[in-house]
């Protein structure tokens, strides 16, 4: 395994992966569409950053993406890893990528939204260091917990 910056090759299994996981628990919102359908324009040409984790045939089987703040922190978003790479530890090399690249570019905080029901991602979240958010405005309905990693400058 080894985890890619973004290209143009990478947009439909950016789509996919993360349409697999949002459809098995949930309902794609309009807010995940605009970030799926266009993933440079909505995060990359902004000033954030996509992840790929591809297998060692170049496969994509995972991602997560790094959405710029107003802060200049990044919302952790889109974090998926595909049914045949759970349980490799995939999932904490993405969340180790995402607290390097954002040291890298001196963001005070990581930030995040999830949901109560996905216990493997909590737990994930809270052993990379994440701490718990009083509840926020949210264009996601399935949104009920929020979180931030606060990075050491």
Not at 75 to 99: D, F, H
């Amino acid at each position: 395994m080894r985890i890619v910056d973004f290209e143009p090759r990478h947009a439909a299994a950016w789509k996919t992966l993360n349409e697999a996981w949002i459809t098995r628990f949930f309902a794609i919102e309009a807010a995940d569409r605009i970030v799926l359908d266009d993933p440079r324009g909505q995060v990359i040409d902004k000033g954030g950053h996509i992840f790929i984790a591809e297998d060692d045939a170049g496969v994509a089987i995972g991602c997560v993406g790094l959405k710029p703040m107003a802060d200049g922190g990044f919302e952790v978003s889109k974090m998926t890893v595909g049914e045949a790479a759970r349980g490799t530890g995939l999932g904490r090399l993405l969340m180790q990528a995402c607290i390097d690249r954002a040291r890298a570019v001196g963001a005070p905080r990581l930030y995040l939204e999830t949901n109560s029901s996905l216990g493997p991602a909590l737990g994930l979240y809270r052993a990379a260091g994440f701490v718990h958010l009083p509840p926020t405005e949210t264009p996601y309905a399935r949104a009920d917990v929020f979180m931030e990693l606060r990075l050491a400058k």
